[in-house]
């Protein structure tokens, strides 16, 4: 590869502290050349194939799009050498969510959870299932995410490399609540924090590299690491479910250096 | 005069019968109750019950739902996996016998014997072998979540207000001792069938009359004041396990089912019977609402029978004004990119 490579960001609302953290870092990265589009929420799920081109099925998720890479309102993807799929559901949150309702008999605790999302504070009833169908729900729930639905998308139309950062879990903070008491002391979170990593590696497309956050920047194996969390929003309510820009850093950080390595193997 | 004189229109073949369209039919069906919004529903059984949660919720009615399903799980996983179908994962309950023994099991703490059957070196739970197709690990994990399945049967029998149950079978398999009976038989999705450990039973109408009566008693000890709306199951039997043509052992199942439905529903004010079987296995439609095999109701019959039952249990909101349950969507995720990106 000779000058720039240019590489396509796709990404959910973790984008924001993904362009942040890029900021920090772009000195260390000056053979990169960067290009985001985002849009909160599923909003992506209006994104859909023509002509070889990623292009936004609504004029509201066209204007995300100009917003965020600075005029293109649509992903050529022959313009790009890589492409970083940036959180879009991929990550622990899924598996958690699996855990809050479904229980397989490997794990202790036995009571329901609260939803971690704050908008949501119902506690559901725990049911048990198999270890299998346990695999299999988060596996579903994995393979039904934006973050895989787009690279089945550009899969289909470029040979170009893509990474999948996954999604930060729930902030440490979220623990502060006492509601994960029971599956902190029996021994959960650490079988579900090996049980996460394990799904996310199965359920990673095939071809797709993924990038999951090291050692420091998460708590348990599961939680970001307070200080890597996102700040308090407007008022004072915690944010529990963004990152801090530094994490974001550092994850984009580790798929460009794992990019180039692979790119150095293959060269 | 005859005593036959002032009677309605739908007492007579002519009127009731020869001269309605079973897609129009009025009076076949006139309710003792009727649901209201307060209602919490249970359902159960085979065949109708499992077509009702959904027209029900669109109609703004509360079906109760125990072991509900992620979000994101596909239509085919779930059905195959026992989610959704009824109020519970208790997969199909065929017989009066089988549905009083799961209320045995929630709530009067009985045991059914030889509660776990294997296949190639699976595991599956005997009482509901078709919920976890692939079945489990060891016979340990199918007890787990079984006692985790039966709290929330519990649960579901404790909180309904209406129960919705379909019969579907006389004819059923039992572990030798009688005490217990089977879903399935022996060796079809699991286990293995073995003579000296299981034999047949054909329930009798004051068996079945018998159990569903003990069902509701045991069901009142926890929850008083439950209704209970019965049906038929019109699907014909796949096989008979007497030796008999398996016509007459299914004429003769459905009598015997309709007939205890009636034994209870006409000695209690708190039941009543809802003929989709009279509108769909009768000369009424001939065979208009059967798929070629003439023995599963096509989606057109199905239908018939919900209008049917709608029409006595209207629709409490109109399609257009339901709530629909979106995602909360929390600002912050905007505000983040708003933030990075914005002018």
Known sequence: MSGMERICVIGNSHLGAAKHGWESIRAQNPGQQLTFFGAPWDMLSDLALEDGDLVALTEKLQHKLRRASGGLDRICTGDYDRFILY????????????????????????????????????????????????????????????????????????????????????????LDTGDWDGPLGSGDVDRLAMRVRRLLRKACPEGVQLILPRRHLIRHG????????????????PDDVHTAPAYAGEMLGAAISAGREANRSAA | ???????????????????????????????????????????????????????????????????????????????AHGFGIYSARYGNIYTARQLLQLAREALDGFTPADPVWQRKKRFFDAQRPGVDPTGMDSAEEVMFVRAAHLDRVRELFRRMTVFVFTLGLTEAWM??????????????????????RY?????????????????????????????????????????TALDAHVLSATTRSKAVLRAAADEVESGD?????????????????????????LREVTPEGVAAAMRMF??????????????????????????????????
Request: charged share 25%.
């Open chain 2, 1 to 79: 005069m005859t005593p036959y004189a002032d009677l309605p229109e739908r007492c007579f073949w002519k009127s009731g019968v020869a001269r309605a369209d079973p897609l129009t039919v009025s009076g076949l069906y006139d309710a003792k109750f009727r649901l209201t919004e307060t209602d919490r529903i249970a359902t159960a059984g085979s065949c109708f019950t499992q077509y009702l949660a959904a027209p029900l919720r669109s109609r703004g009615y509360r079906v109760l739902d125990v072991e509900p399903p992620p979000p994101w799980l596909n239509e085919d996983t779930l059905r």
């Open chain 1, 87 to 174: 959180g879009l559901q991929f990550g622990p949150r899924r598996v958690l969510m699996t855990y809050r309702n479904f229980r397989p008999q490997s794990f202790e605790w036995r009571d329901g959870l609260e939803d971690l999302n704050p908008l949501r504070r119902e506690r559901g009833p725990m049911q048990a299932v198999s270890e299998r169908l346990f695999d299999r729900i988060a596996l579903a729930g994995l393979r039904s995410t934006l973050a895989v639905r787009i690279a089945d998308m550009i899969a289909e139309v470029s040979n170009a490399p893509v990474q999948l950062v996954a999604a930060p879990g729930f902030s440490e903070r979220v």
């Open chain 1, 222 to 237: 599961l939680f970001t690491a307070r200080s890597y969390a996102a700040e308090d929003r407007p008022g004072g309510q």
């Open chain 2, 269 to 293: 004010e708190g039941v009543d019977y809802f003929p989709s079987y009279e509108l769909i296995a009768t000369p009424f439609s001939g065979a208009m609402f059967y798929k070629p095999g």
């Open chain 2, 175 to 196: 572990y030798a001792d009688a005490t217990t009976v089977f879903p399935t038989a022996p060796g079809t999705v699991a286990g293995q069938w073995n003579p000296a």
């Open chain 2, 310 to 343: 709608f029409d006595q249990h209207p629709a409490l909101v109109r399609p257009d004004e339901q709530e629909v349950a979106e995602n909360p969507r929390d600002p912050v995720c905007e505000e983040q990119l708003l933030e990075a990106f914005g002018p």
């Open chain 2, 199 to 239: 034999r047949f039973h054909n329930f009798r109408t004051a068996e079945v009359a018998h159990d569903l009566r003990a069902f509701r008693a045991l069901v009142q000890q926890v929850n008083p004041h439950f209704r209970m709306i019965l049906s038929v199951s019109p699907v014909g039997l796949a096989a």
